[in-house]
């Protein structure tokens, strides 16, 4: 359990960093929130203004106020298209981290705690048996898709006030897609929607589960991040990924340890968690080649010095010299490469998933249209912002129609599961899969055919 630790960024600071956003509005096309509301209050320059006002007490933080920076993503996407390059993301979560010192005790400890849950190891493959408990309460309750909203039309463009300190006119939440924020107006059937949606993850989850067993091997080439989620999200990537490093030769060490890497928290505003997440990982790992199958966590270890040496395994293995007599089986399918918000704005793309893949025969590789956004998990966003992240979903889900893959590759495991799910919702007959798993897949086709072992 993890209680928010005072220290965090002081409202001076961030507004040192806020004051670096001229408004030029540069940032509005790639934000995934204005794209869907047309909000000026739900674009990252209008959630500048709002911190500038509230931070500088001319500004209130009202329940509504604090909905719209709830409704981030923190995809970064923002701080690709921003001419001078303002620290949206530090903003952010400086901004949810003076929050949350803003609460109450108890308020702070429950935050803590339920995102204590979400980075336990044993929790999540404990409540992904629990996946059976969302049919049972969908079906008796009768409320259909948990997540099934539709967004009303685009609203009307607005500024934060700038005058004396005082609440957001109530204008700037009508006609909003959005969940009601704590404590605000929820009916009965709104709430039971929103506590159903994990247990339709947990749905997804289920399918995901592969146990990871501990090994050290004397001579170890390099260590797999396991992580926090790994089993129960990517287990079975990491099954694929010593599949692929022993047939290179290579020996992977996973410590019987399996840390969080912080990033949850951090998400959140719970810096001070965060660091010492991280820090438990760079006494693990300092010093030793570590590879991970998750892009956001080796974004996340990837911030500490300690860590920068941190590689995706893909990134890891299109680098490595394969030998001429490991050839991959021909998979004459089309296969998506989805590019998670995390590989792209904090790792530099995904080009070596693209080249990794490209190494299979007769493969079809497809990529969605520029202009698509967040697909909308983003953390814990896709828990506590469902019709957000529905929504955004759905829009994916549209781009993905006319393309017919047969496969989605993700290197994020939150992505993947949000994926799973919208796939199997809209009727797709889709795979999604991390890109090592059809390496390791092709791989094992080319030794069955051969008679290798």
């Not at 009768?142 to 609203?155: E, I, K, M, T």
Request: hydrophobic residues 40%.
């Amino acid at each position: 359990m993890n209680i928010p630790n005072p220290e965090t960024p002081t409202p001076q600071a961030l507004l040192r960093l806020a004051d670096q956003c001229v408004k030029c509005g540069y940032c509005l096309p790639a934000c995934p929130t204005y794209a869907k509301t047309r909000h000026e209050a739900e674009s990252p320059r209008g959630r500048i203004a709002l911190i500038q006002g509230w931070l500088s007490d001319r500004l209130s933080p009202t329940p509504q106020f604090m909905a719209h920076l709830d409704r981030c993503l923190l995809c970064r996407a923002c701080e690709a298209a921003c001419p001078s390059r303002v620290a949206y993301g530090q903003i952010m979560q400086g901004a949810r981290a003076q929050r949350l010192t803003s609460l109450p005790l108890g308020r702070r400890w429950w935050q803590g705690f339920w995102l204590s849950l979400l980075a336990n190891a044993r929790w999540l493959q404990a409540a992904a048996r629990l996946s059976q408990v969302q049919d049972w309460l969908a079906t008796r309750l009768n409320l259909g898709n948990p997540q099934g909203r539709s967004f009303p039309a685009p609203g009307t463009l607005l500024s934060p006030a700038t005058g004396p300190k005082q609440p957001l006119p109530p204008e700037t939440t009508a006609g909003l897609p959005v969940d009601p924020p704590d404590g605000q107006g929820r009916t009965l059937p709104a709430l039971l929607r929103r506590l159903i949606a994990p247990y339709r993850l947990f749905t997804q989850l289920a399918q995901t589960v592969h146990p990871v067993a501990p090994q050290s091997p004397e001579s170890a080439d390099l260590d797999l991040f396991v992580g926090c989620t790994g089993a129960s999200l990517q287990g079975r990537a990491l099954a694929a990924a010593l599949t692929v490093c022993k047939r290179l030769g290579l020996q992977a060490r996973i410590p019987a340890e399996s840390p969080c890497c912080g990033a949850i928290y951090r998400h959140q505003g719970l810096i001070a968690a965060a660091d010492r997440a991280r820090t438990r990982c760079a006494a693990l790992y300092t010093g030793r080649p570590l590879i991970g199958v998750a892009s956001a966590c080796i974004a996340e270890l990837r911030a500490d010095p300690r860590l920068a040496h941190a590689q995706e395994i893909c990134a890891y293995l299109d680098r490595l010299p394969w030998p001429e007599t490991l050839t991959l089986a021909p998979l004459p399918s089309r296969v998506l490469v989805h590019e998670p918000c995390s590989h792209r704005h904090l790792l530099g793309g995904n080009a070596a998933v693209w080249r990794l893949l490209g190494r299979i025969p007769d493969i079809q590789l497809l990529q969605l249209p520029a202009e698509t956004h967040c697909c909308g998990a983003a953390g814990t966003y896709l828990l506590e912002q469902p019709a957000m992240a529905h929504a955004l979903l759905e829009d994916l889900i549209a781009h993905l129609r006319p393309l017919r893959p047969a496969i989605i590759v993700t290197t994020n495991p939150g992505c993947a599961l949000h994926l799973l799910a919208g796939v199997g919702e809209s009727g797709l007959n889709i795979e999604v899969c991390h890109p090592i798993e059809l390496i390791a897949r092709q791989l094992s086709g080319q030794s069955q055919r051969n008679g290798l072992p």
